[in-house]
């Protein structure tokens, strides 16, 4: 079945600094890939997505590729701030449209 | 334009007893799906409803059922609980056939068995 493996966590770094979380998956077919934030007591909001191969999703400062040939969709953000400070999670949809998500990673970033 | 409401917001209830959560889509979409989050972990796929059949589902056993209405409002049981089934409830929404824009989802369920 498809699967999503993440970058462990927690990752803690200062206001400014850049952000990658990592994020490789498998799964049949041409899959939907994504990101979508959590924040503390609340769902989870689509950040970002890229639907085939090469695509570049970006939203709010993060992007993610989409490359094929590695199975990945990294995360990266050039300047991290404090209100980013959030758990983040890569999913793949596949045709059948069921999201499999990763186990998050936890981003704390301090003044 | 409300997006995807859950509820209740908080539970508790006892082993062996039985749950109902609820869910209400967002406006235009007609496709629910339930996700069951542990602490620390990702959502896991329970199942997936449209057309108010069950279309997709996860490795959950029986005693997890769900519901789809005609209004497309869903409702997902859980009977006999154990303790493991102590978790947030997630209930996304889409429109069918557009699997590339993703899920939008509420702000959960979270149950806790005693």
Known sequence: ?111 | DAGVTQSPTHLIKTRGQQVTLRCSPKSGHDTVSWYQQALGQGPQFIFQYYEEEERQRGNFPDRFSGHQFPNYSSELNVNALLLGDSALYLCASRLQGVTNYGYTFGSGTRLTVV
């Open chain 1, 1 to 111: 079945g498809d699967s999503v493996t993440q970058m462990e966590g927690p990752v803690t770094l200062s206001e400014e600094a850049f952000l990658t979380i990592n994020c490789t998956y498998t799964a049949t077919g041409y899959p939907s890939l994504f990101w979508y934030v959590q924040y503390p007591g609340e769902g989870l909001q689509l950040l970002l997505k890229a639907t085939k191969a090469d695509d570049k999703g970006s939203n709010k400062g993060f992007e993610a590729t989409y490359r094929k040939e590695t199975t990945s969709f990294h995360l990266e953000k050039g300047s991290v701030q404090v209100s980013d400070s959030a758990v983040y999670f890569c999913a793949v949809n596949t045709n059948a449209g069921k999201s499999t998500f990763g186990d998050g990673t936890t981003l704390t970033v301090k003044p």
